[in-house]
Antibody, heavy 117, light 108 residues
Framework: EVQLVESGGGLVQPGGSLRLSCAASGFTFSSYNMNWVRQAPGKGLEWVSY????????YYANSVKGRFTISRDSAKNSLYLQMNRLRDEDTAVYYCARVLGEVAVGWGQGTLVTVSS | EIVMTQSPATLSVSPGERATLSCRASQSVSSNLAWYQQKPGQAPRLLIYGASTRATGIPARFSGSGSGTEFTLTISSLQSEDFAVYYCQQYNKWPPITFGQGTRLEIK
């Protein structure tokens, strides 16, 4: 069974940092591109970042560029999102998603990040 | 950036009836469009990709159509489990990948 399990969310003060993880199982993680997508409370979906299977191609949304860093470790079947200089507007549920042809074919259950003083 | 606009924001339909949801792109996305369903407290689920191809395990009552800038998701006979929020997403010209704001499908 394909599974994606996010962790690392929590409450952090503005300006703080947090590292999200996404543990993948049930598929060949090293063969898939991956996305992070977030959803602010009561709002729609917002794409955050993309990493190719080889880590050779990485993209960020303008709203997080320069503050967030996506990475992956195929030996650990894990995807990461390092989030620095967090802002109130970064408060959201963060989903990792397995990508096939730029389409998110599978999603984790999400982890909630709350940025508040 | 390609802007995706969904309409209506909320659609009220009775079980057993047909629902038609629309998605418009600010410029052509060819057929590079996906639809997702999201139920409360759950992650999104892929329904349709390539504008009209159902994802694995998606019932035949879900169908997608359109190309260029105008797209439609049709649910032919609504079941109770279909009441949810639906998002369209373009992947023709990216980054960024962009989503519509969603259509909430509610029971009439």
């Amino acid at each position: 069974e394909v599974q994606l399990v996010e962790s690392g969310g929590g409450l952090v003060q503005p300006g703080g940092s947090l590292r999200l993880s996404c543990a993948a199982s049930g598929f060949t993680f090293s063969s898939y591109n991956m996305n992070w997508v977030r959803q602010a409370p009561g709002k729609g979906l917002e794409w955050v970042s993309y990493i190719s299977s080889s880590s050779g191609t990485i993209y960020y949304a303008n709203s997080v560029k320069g503050r967030f860093t996506i990475s992956r470790d195929s030996a650990k079947n894990s995807l990461y999102l390092q989030m620095n200089r967090l802002r109130d507007e970064d408060t959201a549920v963060y989903y990792c998603a397995r990508v096939l042809g730029e389409v998110a074919v599978g999603w984790g259950q999400g982890t909630l990040v709350t940025v508040s003083s | 950036e390609i802007v995706m606009t969904q309409s209506p924001a909320t659609l009220s339909v009775s079980p057993g009836e047909r629902a038609t949801l629309s998605c418009r792109a600010s410029q052509s996305v060819s057929s590079n469009l996906a639809w997702y369903q999201q139920k409360p407290g759950q992650a999104p689920r892929l329904l349709i990709y390539g504008a009209s191809t159902r994802a694995t395990g998606i019932p035949a009552r879900f169908s997608g159509s359109g190309s260029g800038t105008e797209f439609t998701l049709t649910i032919s006979s609504l079941q109770s489990e279909d009441f949810a929020v639906y998002y369209c997403q373009q992947y023709n010209k990216w980054p960024p990948i962009t989503f519509g704001q969603g259509t909430r499908l509610e029971i009439k």
